[in-house]
């Protein structure tokens, strides 16, 4: 079964709303979890790893104050996207470490559309 | 260079086929290799670990050539259900931002 959930599945929003999308570890306290993001035939490409009771650590290249991390619990992260505009648009994915840290396990993804 | 390449495909093979992708990476520092599939507009999903000694699950057999730093999947007696993009990946170190993802190869495998 699942072991990392992502809600909501898909969303739509006008140009300079904010989405929250959350990422739940479902069988395992996860310390750690990953955000990622894919752009259509593109790669995934990590964008912060994000610490729970701390700051989220940021890839290069991704703004913190537009994309917004909280790791509150240790089965919960969220991201914010802040004034979301079109070409924030993309399936982004959170993720958690296996037991060994080697791999990961992938939530189903959030895709988001923005207008 | 990229660090993880993969051929972008698509592969389109009848069912029954035997069918290979190749994956180089550049970093000869890495540490742990694998396969994941991905399906259209899903997650990824871990396919197989690789090891240098090679691994087979079922249809499947994965190898990996440090020498070359290249990695291998191939998939025998292809099913219509092996349609799907295949993921290489290629962890450096422990830390998970030195997973480095390939760009995917298309496989479509047709009746």
């Known amino acids: 079964g699942a072991v990392v959930s992502q809600h909501p599945s898909w969303v739509i929003c006008k140009s300079g709303t904010s989405v929250k999308i959350e990422c739940r570890s479902l069988?395992?306290?996860?310390?750690?979890m990953f955000w990622y993001r894919q752009f259509p035939k593109q790669s995934l490409m990590l964008m912060a790893t994000?610490?729970?009771?701390?700051?989220?650590?940021?890839e290069q290249g991704v703004e913190k104050d537009k994309f917004l991390i909280n790791h509150a619990s240790l089965t919960l992260s969220t991201l914010t996207v802040t004034s979301a505009h079109p070409e924030d648009s993309s399936f982004y994915i959170c993720?958690?470490?296996?037991?060994?840290?080697?791999?990961?396990?992938f939530g189903p993804g959030t895709r988001l559309l923005v207008l | 260079r990229k660090e993880v390449e993969q051929d972008p495909g698509p592969f389109n093979v009848p069912e029954g086929a035997t069918v290979a992708f190749n994956c180089t990476y550049s970093?000869?520092?890495?540490?742990?290799f694998f396969w994941y599939r991905q399906d259209c507009r899903k997650e990824p999903k871990l396919l197989m670990s690789?090891?240098?000694s090679g691994n087979e699950d079922g249809r499947f057999t994965a190898q990996l050539n440090r020498a070359s730093q290249y990695i291998s999947l191939l998939i025998r007696d292809s099913k219509l259900s092996d349609s799907a993009t295949y993921l290489c990946?290629?962890?450096?170190?422990?830390?998970?931002?030195?997973?480095?993802f390939g760009s995917g190869t298309r496989l479509s495998i047709r009746p």
């Open positions: 993720s958690r470490q296996s037991g060994n840290q080697e791999t990961q396990y």
């Open positions: 069988d395992f306290q996860a310390t750690t």
């Open positions: 994000s610490n729970e009771g701390s700051k989220a650590t940021y």
């Open positions: 970093n000869s520092a890495s540490q742990s």
């Open positions: 690789v090891y240098s």
């Open positions: 990946v290629v962890n450096g170190y422990s830390s998970a931002s030195k997973i480095i």
